[in-house]
C-alpha cells in the first residue's frame, strides 16, 4: 500500500450488512453527494472502503461506476433481488415455517445473480462513456485499486477490504484489493524474518463478495464455495466460506481501522463514514406495569429449542450494545467522551425505535413520526433482511427516506435507559453536518 503521509487525513468508508435493507446506505449516499453521482466520484473521497455482506453489495455496485440512482433502482426492484435471493424448493419452505431453521434460499443462485449484476453493462459504467480497452476491466478484487481510474491529483484511489468468515478454519477472514497490507500473514512473516507458505488470496469480484453476503441458518443453505487462486503457488482451490458477520464484522468499522493502523496509518489521521442498513431499537416491556403492554416494547422472549435457534441465528447481524461503534469511537480520540462537532467517527444508520413522550409524572412511547402508522412501525420490527416482496421493499424505503428527512432516529453511538443520544449524532441532518465538516476545501464530487 502507498505509505501514508503523517497529519493527512485518512478517509474509510465502512458499510454494514443488511440484504436488501442496503437501499438505505444508498439513500444516504444519495443525500451526501446527490442522486446522479456516478460510484467512483463517491469512492475518490475514501482511502479504503471495507464492507460486510449487504454492504459489500453496495461497494460492488460503487466500484462498477454505476449512479446511485441506478443502484437505488436495482435494490428497490424485487425482480433483481430475486436474483441473489433464489429460494429452496417448495418442500424445504414448509420445513422452515415448521422449525424456524431450514435455510430458505439458494448459496450457488446466488453468486450467479452478484455475477450478472457485475457484468451487465460493465465497460459502459466503469468508463462512464469514455473508449478505452477491455484490459483496463477489472476482474479481480486486486485489480480494482490497479485500475481504479484517478481523476486528479485532489482525489483518491480507494484499497477494498471485504470481510467474511472461513467455514473450514472457522474463523474470520478478509478478501484485500492490496497485495502488499501490512495486516496479510505473508507480509507479517517478511517483516519478521520467516518463511512461509502463506500468500495474497485472488478472487474474483462476485466472489469475494458472494462469501462475504452468506448468512447461514435461517438464511442460505450452504456455505458460499469461491475459487481461490493462492499467488504463491498459482493454485486454484475451491474454499468454504459464511457471512462475515458471523467473525462479528456485521458492523465492519473495527476491521477498517486495524487495516489502516497495520498500514502506518496513525489513528488521529483516521476519519471515518460508518453507514448501516437499519436496526431495530425497542425499550423492553415492564411486566409489572398496569395496563397492556405498549405496542412499541419488545416484550420478553421464551427460550426453547426453536426460538434459540432463530434468535442464534440473527444475533449475528446485530450489534450490541453497538459494540463496534463504541469500539471505535474509543480508539479514535484521545478524550472521553468527545463533543459531536470533533467527532472523527461518524455513524449513519436508521433506527426502528419509538420516542418517549412526557407529560408532568405521565410518561409513554410513541410512534417516531406522524407519517409512520402502528401498522408500519410493527412491519417494520417483523420485517427481516432477506424482504423481497413489493410492497415492504417501497416500506423500507420509506424508512430510509423519513431518516433522512429527520423523522427517523439515527442510531447513536451509545444511548440511555430512554433512548436517548449520550454519544454521537441523534439525527442524520447533525450526522451529515459532521461528515461535511471533515471534508477538506473543495473535497466531494462535482
Known amino acids: 500500500m502507498k505509505p501514508h503521509s503523517p497529519g493527512t487525513p485518512y478517509f474509510i468508508l465502512s458499510l454494514d450488512g443488511g440484504g436488501s435493507w442496503a437501499l438505505n446506505q444508498i439513500l444516504a449516499l444519495q443525500q451526501l453527494f446527490g442522486p446522479q453521482v456516478r460510484g467512483h466520484a463517491v469512492l475518490r473521497q475514501f482511502d479504503l472502503v471495507v464492507a460486510n455482506s449487504g454492504g459489500s453489495i453496495t461497494a460492488m455496485a460503487l466500484a462498477k461506476n454505476m449512479p446511485l440512482s441506478e443502484i437505488l433502482n436495482w435494490f428497490v426492484t424485487p425482480e433483481k433481488l430475486r436474483k441473489v435471493f433464489v429460494r429452496v424448493d417448495p418442500f424445504r419452505r414448509l420445513l422452515h415455517k415448521v422449525s424456524g431453521a431450514t435455510p430458505q434460499y439458494v448459496a450457488a443462485r446466488k453468486l450467479e445473480g452478484l455475477r450478472a449484476l457485475w457484468q451487465e453493462d460493465l465497460a459502459k459504467h466503469w468508463f462512464a462513456g469514455q473508449p478505452a480497452t477491455a484490459d483496463e476491466l477489472p476482474v479481480t478484487l486486486n485489480d480494482l485499486h490497479r485500475l481504479f481510474p484517478v481523476a486528479g491529483p485532489a482525489t483518491r484511489k480507494p484499497h477494498f477490504l471485504i470481510t467474511t468468515y472461513d467455514y473450514d478454519r472457522d474463523r474470520a477472514t478478509f478478501f484485500r484489493s492490496a497485495t502488499d497490507s501490512a495486516a496479510q500473514t505473508h507480509v507479517i512473516a517478511d517483516l519478521v524474518s520467516k518463511s512461509t507458505q502463506s500468500?495474497?488470496?485472488?478472487?474474483?469480484?462476485?466472489?469475494?463478495?458472494?462469501?462475504?453476503?452468506?448468512?447461514?441458518?435461517?438464511?442460505?443453505?450452504?456455505?458460499?464455495?469461491?475459487?481461490?487462486?493462492?499467488?504463491?503457488?498459482?493454485?486454484?482451490?475451491?474454499?468454504?466460506?459464511?457471512?462475515?458477520?458471523?467473525?462479528?464484522?456485521?458492523?465492519?468499522?473495527?476491521?477498517?481501522?486495524?487495516?489502516?493502523?497495520?498500514?502506518?496509518?496513525?489513528?488521529?489521521?483516521?476519519?471515518?463514514?460508518?453507514?448501516?442498513?437499519?436496526?431495530?431499537?425497542?425499550?423492553?416491556?415492564?411486566?409489572?406495569?398496569?395496563?397492556?403492554?405498549?405496542?412499541?416494547?419488545?416484550?420478553?422472549?421464551?427460550?426453547?429449542?426453536?426460538?434459540?435457534?432463530?434468535?442464534?441465528?440473527?444475533?449475528?447481524?446485530?450489534?450490541?450494545?453497538?459494540?463496534?461503534?463504541?469500539?471505535?469511537?474509543?480508539?479514535?480520540?484521545?478524550?472521553?467522551?468527545?463533543?459531536?462537532?470533533?467527532?472523527?467517527?461518524?455513524?449513519?444508520?436508521?433506527?426502528?425505535?419509538?420516542?418517549?413522550?412526557?407529560?408532568?409524572?405521565?410518561?409513554?412511547?410513541?410512534?417516531?413520526?406522524?407519517?409512520?402508522?402502528?401498522?408500519?412501525?410493527?412491519?417494520?420490527?417483523?420485517?427481516?433482511?432477506?424482504?423481497?416482496?413489493?410492497?415492504?421493499?417501497?416500506?423500507?424505503?420509506?424508512?430510509?427516506?423519513?431518516?433522512?428527512?429527520?423523522?427517523?432516529?439515527?442510531q447513536p453511538i451509545r444511548a440511555d435507559a430512554e433512548l436517548q443520544c449520550l454519544l454521537g449524532h441523534p439525527t442524520f441532518a447533525e450526522a451529515r453536518k459532521a461528515w461535511q465538516t471533515l471534508q477538506p476545501p473543495g473535497h466531494g464530487p462535482a
Open 199 to 410: 500468500k495474497q488470496d485472488i478472487v474474483s469480484i462476485p466472489e469475494a463478495v458472494h462469501a462475504s453476503s452468506n448468512a447461514p441458518i435461517k438464511y442460505f443453505d450452504k456455505p458460499a464455495i469461491v475459487s481461490v487462486k493462492h499467488e504463491k503457488s498459482s493454485a486454484v482451490r475451491e474454499h468454504r466460506y459464511w457471512d462475515g458477520a458471523v467473525g462479528a464484522y456485521n458492523n465492519p468499522v473495527m476491521a477498517g481501522l486495524v487495516e489502516a493502523l497495520c498500514n502506518g496509518v496513525p489513528l488521529s489521521d483516521m476519519r471515518v463514514l460508518s453507514i448501516g442498513t437499519g436496526n431495530e431499537f425497542l425499550p423492553l416491556a415492564d411486566p409489572t406495569a398496569p395496563g397492556p403492554p405498549s405496542p412499541y416494547c419488545k416484550k420478553s422472549e421464551i427460550p426453547g429449542p426453536i426460538n434459540d435457534i432463530e434468535k442464534i441465528s440473527t444475533s449475528i447481524l446485530n450489534d450490541p450494545p453497538d459494540a463496534a461503534s463504541f469500539t471505535a469511537y474509543t480508539l479514535l480520540h484521545q478524550q472521553f467522551p468527545v463533543r459531536p462537532e470533533n467527532l472523527r467517527l461518524v455513524r449513519m444508520n436508521p433506527l426502528i425505535q419509538p420516542k418517549l413522550r412526557k407529560s408532568g409524572t405521565r410518561q409513554e412511547w410513541v410512534l417516531p413520526t406522524l407519517n409512520l402508522t402502528d401498522e408500519e412501525f410493527s412491519k417494520l420490527v417483523e420485517l427481516e433482511l432477506d424482504t423481497t416482496d413489493p410492497q415492504d421493499i417501497l416500506l423500507v424505503k420509506k424508512f430510509g427516506e423519513l431518516w433522512t428527512q429527520n423523522e427517523i432516529p439515527n
